[in-house]
């Protein structure tokens, strides 16, 4: 199973960055430090999550790959 750390602009409802990792200590080694290094910024949501695949995360996790944000786009057109 992969880690992926992602950090997310909640105003914004963009993914920022996705970073797999295979071990996931080392996956909440890089969330701490990414949490450390944004701790002023509370518009950023940083998060480790697992699953098979980037692919699987798509389905599970949609509102982090803008999913959401463009059906509703879709739904006001």
Do not use: C, K, N, W
Not at 55 to 65: A, C, D, I, K, S
Request: proline share 3%; glycine share 6%; charged share 30%.
């Amino acid at each position: 199973m992969t880690h992926f750390l992602m950090v997310y602009d909640r105003p914004r409802g963009e993914l920022v960055s996705i970073t797999p990792f295979e071990d996931s200590q080392e996956a909440l080694r890089a969330r701490f430090a990414e949490e450390l290094s944004h701790r002023q910024d509370t518009d950023l949501e940083i998060v480790v999550l697992a699953g098979e695949s980037e692919e699987q995360l798509r389905v599970t996790h949609g509102r982090y790959f803008g999913q959401v944000r463009d059906l509703l786009v879709r739904m006001q057109s």
